[in-house]
């Protein structure tokens, strides 16, 4: 009886701690870029865009598609570094292992 007490609180601090860090990941950020830095994306560990900067020289009001492109680009580049942080930061708690609707 006395392991499934120290087991038990032993699962209730490892939720605690991963409620932590899960936390924590809105405060940290990343940057994805497109058109060598033209477009640059931040986002949180929640993956919360956070900021988009554009530098004027890419505007091209003759080729809107090309801006359209850099952003997508630059957004999902964020959104896979935010993906990645959140493998790490998490990772510990799960021995890497990816555990579907756990994060």
Same mark, same amino acid.
């Given at each position: 009886?006395?392991?499934?007490? $120290?087991?038990?609180?032993? +699962?209730? *601090?490892?939720?605690?701690?991963?409620?932590?860090?899960? !936390?924590? &990941?809105? @405060?940290? =950020?990343?940057?994805?870029?497109?058109?060598?830095?033209?477009?640059?994306?931040?986002?949180?560990?929640?993956? $919360?865009?956070?900021?988009? +900067?554009? *530098?004027?020289?890419?505007?091209?009001?003759?080729?809107? !598609?090309? &801006?359209? @492109?850099? =952003?997508?680009?630059?957004?999902?580049?964020?959104?896979?570094?935010?993906?990645?942080?959140?493998?790490?930061?998490?990772?510990?708690?799960?021995?890497?292992?990816?555990?579907?609707?756990?994060?």
């Amino acid at each position: 009886m006395q392991q499934m007490q $120290q087991m038990m609180k032993q +699962v209730k *601090k490892m939720q605690e701690d991963m409620a932590k860090a899960q !936390e924590a &990941l809105k @405060d940290k =950020v990343v940057e994805g870029s497109a058109g060598g830095g033209a477009v640059l994306v931040k986002a949180d560990g929640h993956k $919360q865009v956070k900021e988009i +900067v554009i *530098k004027p020289e890419v505007i091209d009001p003759d080729d809107v !598609e090309m &801006l359209q @492109d850099l =952003v997508l680009t630059a957004v999902n580049d964020a959104l896979r570094k935010a993906d990645e942080l959140m493998a790490k930061d998490m990772g510990k708690f799960t021995g890497g292992m990816n555990i579907p609707g756990l994060f």
